[in-house]
């Protein structure tokens, strides 16, 4: 589908922002290029996992694809990895030979709310269902046409009863047929006989074992059989069980209602950011908690959850250190309705040695505010 490059430093803190969309499935990919100090990280004998943890609060991974040639690591954004609206922190995490452990962090998804709730992502554990009892009962049918051959080969060594003139002395046809010719190999002949009879059971058992598995083979292609009806049924009806990985619906919000899943609503959405009054298209009332995004003029990426939203203070705040220096910038927003407005805002510096000083101005901007009911 499509690829995004980006880098990644190893010494250095990474402030890397992409925004995705609610329910796409894998056609997007991410391929990485780690920087260190004299170029880019050689990534030969090492294995690269991409982990992020979801709005929710479960993790989710990758194994990377590695190129040697180019030393980059693609990963690809499963339909897992945006399930639910919000912001995701990721972290690349390198083994070498060793079993030497590298951490690059720096990266952020934002994932975008997606209204579609499309029915093709919910049929898709039926379909694997189907294919997998098709796969389980066609090996089974090769096994059975194996055994039949087997069996065939075997009972072809046995002869025809209807040879008995024939003079090959290799089998049991042969060996009668000297009887009737020559009393004088009789001994022989009984010697023969015996071998032959030897061979016959052994024969004789290895049909009936060839058997046995034929019959085992029918006994599994039976329950085959059934599995694969159940999911053919289950295909028909479109309705798959919370316990077989389905949503146990057949409509959107029954299927909404029993996978839990909130529903997300942009309100105010300004990629470049702003530091003026927001207008929301909705009120704050309608909604159980707002997710406001905001960066600082660092470049980084935060969020700030406030519940029960309407006429709440909003506290966003962003911190750095650089050359021993702490700086910490914040700011109060009021909500109200369909409005939030710029309380307070300013900063502050801490430096080894010196008096803190607290400056006023504004080092944030708002992003996007999200509700959920």
Not at 314 to 339: F, G, R, V
């Amino acid at each position: 589908m499509v690829t995004k490059p980006i880098t990644l430093k190893v010494w250095h803190k990474n402030t890397v922002a992409l925004i995705l969309n609610q329910g796409e499935v894998n056609s997007r990919y991410i391929r990485v290029t780690f920087e260190d100090i004299n170029g880019n990280l050689d990534l030969t004998g090492r294995q690269v996992t991409f982990y992020a943890q979801k709005p929710d609060g479960t993790i989710i991974f990758n194994n990377c694809d590695i190129d040697v040639e180019q030393n980059t690591a693609s990963v690809v954004i499963t339909s897992q990895m945006v399930s639910s609206a919000g912001l995701l922190n990721c972290e690349f995490q390198i083994f070498d030979s060793e079993n030497s452990l590298l951490k690059v962090n720096g990266l952020s998804i934002i994932v975008e709310p997606n209204k579609d709730f499309s029915e093709a992502i919910e049929s898709t554990s039926e379909f694997n269902a189907l294919i997998e009892a098709i796969n389980k009962a066609q090996t089974n049918n090769d096994e059975l046409e194996n055994y039949l051959g087997k069996a065939s080969i075997l009972s072809a060594n046995i002869g025809t009863l209807s040879n008995l003139t024939t003079e090959e002395k290799s089998s049991l046809v042969g060996a009668v047929n000297e009887v009737n010719t020559s009393l004088n190999q009789v001994s022989n002949t009984v010697d023969g006989i015996n071998t032959d009879l030897d061979e016959l059971n052994t024969a004789i058992n290895e049909v009936n074992t060839s058997l046995n598995q034929v019959s085992n083979t029918v006994d599994g292609i039976n329950t085959d059989l059934d599995e694969l009806n159940t999911a053919i049924n289950a295909v028909n009806t479109k309705v798959i069980p919370l316990s077989q990985g389905g949503t146990g619906a057949t409509t959107l919000t029954t299927a909404r209602e029993n996978l839990g899943i909130i529903a997300a609503t942009i309100l105010y959405s300004n990629d470049s950011g702003t530091q003026g009054t927001i207008t929301l298209s909705d009120s704050a009332a309608n909604y159980n908690y707002l997710e406001i995004y905001y960066s600082s003029n660092d470049g980084d990426i935060t969020m700030c959850k406030v519940n029960n939203p309407n006429g709440k203070i909003a506290s966003l705040s962003a911190t750095l250190i650089y050359n021993n220096i702490y700086y910490k910038k914040a700011a109060w927003l009021q909500i109200q309705a369909k409005t939030i407005t710029w309380l307070n805002t300013g900063f502050a510096t801490i430096a080894n040695g010196s008096t803190p000083a607290v400056t006023s101005g504004n080092s944030i901007s708002v992003l996007r505010v999200v509700g959920y009911k």
